[in-house]
């Protein structure tokens, strides 16, 4: 029975080293990647419509654009490899999954001026942000160009009594949204006024989004509804506008801002 | 008052404004060579030499104002360089560049029409100290002594070593005991005035960014670290190839840069917040996990 003890080091010290090894490996299971609509791929400076585009823990994952093998674009050493086509698996979900390990590098890549580029089989390929949202869109189209909208209008808690008023609004009226998906500004405060009214669940106020490209100075839309900058919240009351919001409150919350706007202009 | 006093106040006036622009341009030059970029007439090194050049132009003219130094000449001089001001700024403006002048440095922020309205204003002031100007006293060596002095000190010597000089909490917002609601950081998603935060103000364009964030997302991830959050000056997609290669594991928002450039003379700065309050201030480099922690 003294031998015990030992016998359990024994066995321990003989069973650790393969625990590690099992631990240290790569997973033998498949790496997921989701699609992601966030990047523009040009190839030798044409555009290419037809690439998929997916995110995973490796990196990005290309498809469809015209080289020979699907490709990884590698952010933790700056590489690019292929996958070999047949290690590419889609699911019913429209996710991807890569089984395997990825060639060596084929190339490295450079980030200047907010785009990555590379040569790959002789070609320059050049990853940078999809152009700006521009005219009618959808919350959802919004958030498909630009995920941090999402997470904005979810962790954002609204103000009570400005929600409480809004939810109790009776006339309807059009709550017109004009911003830039580019904006700094935009991207702060259209998410807060999207889960005010979200959190108001009044059918009376209507959000509609209107995307302004960057020199929205001189947009015909921007032109004719007078905006001169945005965020710039237009409401309508039975085709006319009863007031705006220009910009980011002065002091205040975006909701607040709308409550008193609609307690002061209603006819 | 005395007669030649009362015909010396324009001349002070402007000389003293042209003081007060002179040095604010001289504690942070790169700032005002990119302001001047901005303008799309000269660029890159162009841009830094006039910067550097225009600096000590103005502490010299404003010195020589304020002392009475060859006034009329300085009067004169002042209203030629408003009206190259002027040319430029309604130029820029033209070509739809709607950023401020930098006549004050960052500390001061407007519009390309409130700056035109501005400088007209300077220009009669130049104008009525061109005519109202004293005839210049008969011994110079002293007020010639102070321009000089002052043109070295403040115009050549100030510019070249401003960002090894501690002057960041003379002329930025961001100090040891500032609340979050005084800070330009309105855009910020998450509640700043509660808890602990290391707030880091980026350069996305920086050759070190990788390894700034490498550093960041190393402080997140320590037991009781404090929430990390990151802000650049510019716009939102500017920030998704930047993440994309340097995997912050922090929200990395985008703030309009003149608000930033509120908050420092170089990037990158990092500071410390607890309970909504400015602890820490940390220049170039975040602080290492055991500080930020």
């Known amino acids: 029975m003294r031998l015990t003890p030992l016998l359990l080091a024994a066995v321990l010290a003989a069973g650790l080293p393969a625990l590690a090894a099992e631990s240290a490996s790569p997973s033998p299971g498949l790496v997921p990647f989701s699609p992601t609509s966030t990047y523009k791929v040009e190839v030798d400076g044409a555009e290419i419509r037809t690439a998929e585009m997916f995110l995973g823990d490796p990196g990005l994952l290309l498809l469809g654009c015209s080289l020979k093998f699907p490709v990884l674009v590698c952010p933790t050493d700056q590489t690019v490899r292929y996958i070999p086509q047949e290690n590419v698996i889609r699911d019913n979900q429209g996710n991807v999954n890569m089984k ?20 790959a089989e002789g070609r320059k390929v050049k990853l940078s942000p999809k152009p700006a949202l521009v005219g009618p869109q959808t919350l959802d189209q919004i958030i498909a160009h630009n995920p941090d909208y999402e997470s904005r209008i979810k962790y954002y808690t609204p103000d009570e009594t400005a929600v409480a008023f809004l939810s109790k609004y009776a006339r309807k009226t059009e709550v017109q949204i004009y911003f ?86 209603a006819p | 008052m005395s007669r030649s006093l009362l015909r010396s106040l324009p001349g002070i006036a402007l000389g003293s404004i042209f003081l007060a622009a002179g040095f604010l341009k001289a504690v ?31 502490l010299a003219l404003g010195t020589a104002l304020v002392v009475a130094f060859r006034p009329r000449l300085a009067a004169a001089a002042t209203g030629l360089l408003l009206l ?48 109202a ?24 010597v100030l510019p070249a070593s401003a960002y090894a000089l501690p002057l960041d909490a003379l002329v930025t917002d961001l100090k040891v005991g500032r609340r979050i609601d005084e800070l330009p ?70 703030v309009p840069r003149a608000d930033l450039k509120r908050l420092f003379r170089r ?11 400015v602890s820490r201030i940390w220049d170039q480099a975040p602080p290492r996990i055991e500080e930020g922690s």
């Open chain 1, 100 to 119: 395997g390990t990825p060639t060596d590098p084929i190339s490295s890549y450079q980030t200047v001026g907010g785009q990555i580029s590379f040569q």
């Open chain 2, 84 to 131: 190259v001001f002027m040319g430029a700024t309604a130029y820029a403006w033209s070509q739809g560049k709607t950023e401020g002048c930098g006549c004050f440095g960052s500390v001061v922020s407007r519009t390309p029409g409130e700056v035109l309205l501005e400088d007209a204003f300077f220009l009669a002031l130049a104008l009525l100290a061109l005519l």
């Open chain 2, 185 to 254: 950081l309105k855009e910020s998603p998450v509640d700043l005035s509660k808890g602990r935060y290391v707030v880091a103000l980026l350069d996305l364009n920086a050759a070190d960014a990788r390894e700034t964030v490498k550093r960041l997302n190393q402080i997140g991830a320590v037991a009781k670290a404090p929430g990390v959050i990151a802000f650049y000056g510019g716009e939102v997609d500017e920030k998704t190839i930047f993440c994309f290669n340097t995997q912050p594991k922090f929200e990395v928002v985008a």
């Open chain 1, 180 to 265: 830039g998906s580019w904006c700094s500004v935009c991207e702060a405060w259209v998410p807060r006024l999207v889960k005010s009214l979200q959190t108001a669940k009044n059918p009376a106020l209507d959000m509609q989004f209107h995307a302004l490209p960057k020199n929205f100075t001189s947009d015909a839309t921007a032109k004719s509804k007078g905006v001169t900058g945005i965020p710039t919240i237009i409401l309508v009351q039975d085709g006319r506008e009863i007031g705006r919001l220009n910009g980011r409150p002065e002091s205040g919350t975006m909701e607040e801002a709308l409550a008193k706007l609609l307690q002061t202009s």
């Open chain 2, 267 to 277: 990037l990158p700065r990092f500071f410390q917040l607890d309970d909504g309050k």
């Open chain 2, 28 to 58: 942070d030059p790169a700032e005002f060579a990119r302001q001047i970029e901005t303008y799309g007439v000269v660029g890159g090194r162009a841009a830094t030499l006039l910067a550097y050049l225009i600096i000590p132009l103005e």
């Open chain 2, 133 to 156: 100007a004293p005839r210049q006293a008969a011994w110079l060596g002293w007020r010639l002594g102070t321009v000089l002095a002052v043109v070295l000190a403040a115009g050549v």
